[in-house]
C-alpha cells in the first residue's frame, strides 16, 4: 500500500489536503480521507479506472483531485493501463501525437485551471483523437 497527501480542490470550500492511499494486486484500490469528505474507497481494473470512479463520487459533491489524472488534456494509452496499471499518463495537445516526453505520473500536481470533470477529460480524449485523423 502506498500513502500519499494529495491536494483537493472544492470551488465553494477552497482546497485542502486529503490522503489518498491504494494498493495494486489483480485489482486497483484506492481510499481517499479528509476531514470535510470523510473516506471514500473505490476499484477498478487500473488505477486510472479507480480512481475515475472515485472522481466520479467527489465531483457530486464538488471536489477535484489537484492532480495530472484529473486534468482535461490527460489521458493514458491502453498498452500505459496494461503495463503500468494506468499509473501513468499522457498529457496531449490537439493535433500533435502524444509522444514519451509527454508522460506524466497520475499524481503528479496539476493546478485548478487544468483540471476538469471526468466527462471534460473523455470529450477532450475523444476530439484529441479526431484531431489526429484516428477514428
Known sequence: MEIILINILNKV???LIGKLSYTL???AEVNIS???IGNLTETGTTL?????KLRLE???HGWFLLCNVARRDAYPSQMMMQMAMGRKIYVTKHGLQARRQDIVDIFGEATPDQIGTVEEQRRYHEDWIKSLGIS
Open 25 to 27: 494486486s489483480r485489482l
Open 58 to 60: 467527489l465531483e457530486k
Open 48 to 52: 486510472f479506472d479507480a480512481l475515475l
Open 34 to 36: 479528509s476531514k470535510e
Open 13 to 15: 470550500h477552497g482546497q
